[in-house]
């Protein structure tokens, strides 16, 4: 998703076409934005985190980019980027589930006992 570039050059999600034209300057009063559901427009905090994926998912597609500049087929570099970042996630849900959960579960064994 190509994101809107703000004044200070920020990445903010895009705009609905059909938002108001105070969206687009710096008020953004009824703003509606891209972003996968109207609920996102409506909630302070989801508009906030959906801002956040949006930004790290950029700023990691970078720097695959840049680290693999022999991708320049857009298919082929698309492809690539879905695959790292599919290891990536395979490995945070792992880390998370191993480290953090069964940490969690050792503690309530040992403590019963």
């Known amino acids: 998703m190509s994101p809107q570039v703000g004044e200070n050059g920020e990445e903010n999600l895009p705009t609905d076409p059909s938002s108001p034209a105070s969206c687009r ?12 559901e109207v609920r996102n427009s409506e909630e302070a905090g989801l508009s906030a985190m959906h801002t956040l994926f949006l930004r790290e998912h950029n700023r990691i597609a970078a720097e695959i980019k840049h680290h693999n500049p022999q991708w320049t087929d857009p298919k082929t570099r698309d492809e690539k980027i879905y695959q790292v970042s599919s290891t990536m996630q395979t490995l945070n849900k792992v880390e998370i589930t191993y480290l953090v959960t069964m940490a969690e579960v050792h503690r309530s064994k040992t403590n019963t006992v």
């Open 25 to 36: 300057a710096a008020a953004m009063v009824g703003c509606r934005f891209l972003a996968g």
